[in-house]
T-cell receptor
């Protein structure tokens, strides 16, 4: 079992650009959640996808959007990047209500 | 609303000493509580979780935590620290024991283990 995988591992962008991060859930999982972890902080919930729909959303602006595909993989898109968007972006997968969330290794985004 | 406060952003112990990492929670509904560990440049790994079945929860790597409702606490302990325990530890609260609800994390406690 490959577990939760994320790509790319690292990414450098400049202010105003757009970025797409990708996540493949653990085998058998149908729910994907995204978290942002700024340096020295705990992860903060961005949103959760289930059955290709956004099921819950945290306190993040509309610049943050996502998508879930029929194979349960997911993308996180961030438009009009700001310096403050620099963070580790974590993806977590689960089966709705059945077990805990399993986290991937994250994508480190640096905005210059 | 739910929240978690971790007391002490940095904790330093000697190898073989007791590890105690503190976590207090706030929740308007019965909480489900979690401890995660994060090693450098890695994602989060679940150490243990409280799901109301038992107040003393045993996890991986010799860690355990006790849920105390009267103190709204869920402190993490390990009797004897090992060098490999050096990492950052996060306490989290949720409305659900599974993957249905978001996790609300504390700011983390970085554990240093001295030889």
């Amino acid at each position: 079992d490959a577990g939760v995988t994320q790509s790319p591992t690292h990414l450098i962008k400049t202010r105003g650009q757009q970025v797409t991060l990708r996540c493949s859930p653990k085998s058998g999982h149908d729910t994907v959640s995204w978290y942002q972890q700024a340096l020295g902080q705990g992860p903060q919930f961005i949103f959760q996808y289930y059955e290709e729909e956004e099921r819950q959303r945290g306190n993040f602006p509309d610049r943050f959007s996502g998508h879930q595909f029929p194979n349960y993989s997911s993308e996180l898109n961030v438009n009009a990047l700001l310096l403050g968007d620099s963070a580790l972006y974590l993806c977590a997968s689960s089966s709705l209500g059945l077990n805990e969330q399993f986290f991937g290794p994250g994508t480190r985004l640096t905005v210059l | 609303a739910q929240s978690v406060t971790q007391l002490g952003s940095h904790v330093s112990v000697s190898e073989g000493a007791l590890v105690l990492l503190r976590c207090n929670y706030s929740s308007s509904v019965p909480p489900y509580l979690f401890w995660y560990v994060q090693y450098p440049n890695q994602g989060l790994q679940l150490l243990l979780k409280y799901t109301s079945a038992a107040t003393l929860v045993k996890g991986i790597n010799g860690f355990e935590a006790e849920f105390k409702k009267s103190e709204t606490s869920f402190h993490l302990t390990k009797p004897s620290a090992h060098m490999s325990d050096a990492a950052e530890y996060f306490c989290a609260v949720s409305k659900d024991q599974g993957g249905s609800e978001k996790l609300v994390f504390g700011k983390g406690t970085k554990l240093t283990v001295n030889p």
